[in-house]
């Protein structure tokens, strides 16, 4: 990652914790004036219906058992008013009754109204003080809203002195000039508070991104390092490979011309000096053959003659079929199905059992050493089924599956128990495992005790020539 990247992720990263900070910010700041704006409200209205009830509440008294304010207390209520300090703060004075109606006022138009029972009104009846801004809508208000746009409203329970007993509530209005000043100062210092603090945690958090984009970086450089490392590993396994594969191409290839040399060397050397031996005794037989000479207590000579006459001629036919076994075929030019049907032939014609072929959708040209291996693998497939189960209904399957050649070689017989048997050293089955395994294919081995037996063989037919 270039330094120009890395600023275009920090500064995005940044972007984002900014908007959410700021989101933060301005709903804690909204909630925190919002509380403080309650709060002053609340504690304004408190202390001037504690200012209010100690002059108000000795001229309400008559109001206990359900009396009636007189003259004079109606006086004294407008005097509380009238050039006074408290005048110059409280602008209107309602006293109300139970059931909405007005039993004094400073405005004498609403004395003796009666007006539907608002929800700070019963508030108040419930024996709290109820303070907020009024926009003075109201229908009581009327015389108000002409010279005022909002008044703090504060309603306050009064009591009886000895009883406790709610008599009525008071009702007032004062200015909102100090409190505005007050809320405006209030609402300043705690954007101020919340505004500092966004800042810090921005800080914080700028800090922390770019800590954890440059141990990015540094994880990324390791990985980007790693990763070359890996990459020229593959690169040497990959040569490796195809080393391995062409050593084993030429390995399979060079083991058939060994094997054709041994039998050439079988034919042409210890072939033929038995073979010339043989047409040698056979020359002699009339003379050897009838002689009744003795040889130890119970045999003639004649008869040993004709004892070694025979093996000699076994040991001749012994050594030709082992030659011709040993010699591969001249499979080259065949295709992929005739080089399968050639070993199968071969086969029959050997045991005199007849072999069925199932072919799918098989490629005709696949490399040498494929044709060579499937050969041999059909080849010692069903000379195996032969010896050991009898040859019983021996059948080959021939197909292609995922860029492989898959050939089965099956049969009825009585069938094996393949772990003891192959841990007992059953050299066919290992020779073909191995032919197969060092071409990169893999090779299996299906029986059980009276249930037949299956050898499936595939073989990548992707190969390197010899």
């Known amino acids: 990652m270039n330094a120009l990247s890395w600023f275009a992720h920090v500064r995005l990263s940044l972007a984002g914790g900014a908007v959410i900070l700021l989101t933060g910010m301005i709903l804690v700041g909204a909630w925190v004036q919002g509380e403080i704006q ?121 009591r009886a002195d000895h009883t406790g007993e709610i008599l009525a509530v008071v009702e007032f209005y004062h200015s909102t000039d100090d409190l505005t000043r007050e809320l405006r100062l209030a609402g300043l210092r705690s954007w101020l508070f919340v505004g500092v603090v966004t800042t810090v945690m921005l800080l914080m958090l700028a800090a922390l991104v770019k800590r954890a984009s440059d141990t990015i970086i540094a994880q990324r450089v390791a990985l980007g390092e790693k990763v070359s490392q890996l990459a020229a590993l593959l690169e040497q396994n990959e040569k490796l490979h195809e080393r391995v594969q062409r050593a084993a191409t030429r390995t399979t290839s060079l083991n058939e011309r060994f094997l054709g040399k041994i039998a050439s060397d079988l034919h042409d050397g210890p072939g033929q000096g038995v073979a010339l031996t043989l047409m040698r005794m056979e020359a002699l037989a009339e003379v050897c053959g009838a002689c009744m000479a003795s040889v130890g207590k119970e045999r003639s000579v004649g008869q040993e003659f004709c004892t070694l006459l025979t093996a000699l001629r076994a040991a001749l036919d012994d050594l030709r079929a082992i030659s011709k076994g040993l010699h591969l075929p001249e499979i080259e030019q065949l295709s992929l199905v005739e080089t399968v049907e050639r070993a199968i032939r071969d086969y029959e014609g050997k045991a005199g059992r007849s072999v069925s072929l199932d072919v799918g959708e098989v490629p005709d040209n696949v490399p040498m050493v494929v044709k060579i291996s499937l050969f041999r693998v059909i080849q010692e497939s069903l000379a195996n089924g032969f010896r050991h189960a009898g040859g019983r209904n021996q059948h080959v399957h021939l197909t292609r599956s995922e860029g492989q050649i898959v050939v089965e070689i099956a049969d009825h017989g009585c069938g094996f128990d393949t772990g003891s048997e192959i841990a007992a050293g059953h050299l066919g089955l290992t020779g073909m495992r191995e032919r197969i395994e060092l071409l990169g294919g893999r090779f299996s081995v299906e029986s059980s005790p009276d249930r037949g037996t299956v050898i499936r063989a595939a073989v990548p037919e992707a190969q390197g020539e010899a």
């Open 38 to 158: 309650r709060g002053v409200i609340s504690r304004a209205g408190m202390l001037a219906s504690l200012y209010i009830d100690s002059f108000v509440s000795p001229h309400l008294q008559r109001l206990a058992g359900g009396g009636q304010l007189s003259d004079v207390d109606r006086a004294a209520l407008d005097g509380l008013l009238s050039g006074t300090r408290l005048g110059q703060q409280i602008m209107l004075i309602k006293v109300w009754a139970p059931d909405g109606r007005v039993i004094y006022s400073s405005n004498q138009a609403l004395t003796g109204l009666r007006f539907p029972v608002k929800p700070a009104l019963a508030t108040a009846f419930a024996g709290e003080v109820n303070s907020s801004i009024s926009d003075l809508h109201d229908a009581e208000n009327v015389s108000e809203r002409q010279r005022w746009s909002s008044l703090m409203e504060t309603y306050a329970p009064l």
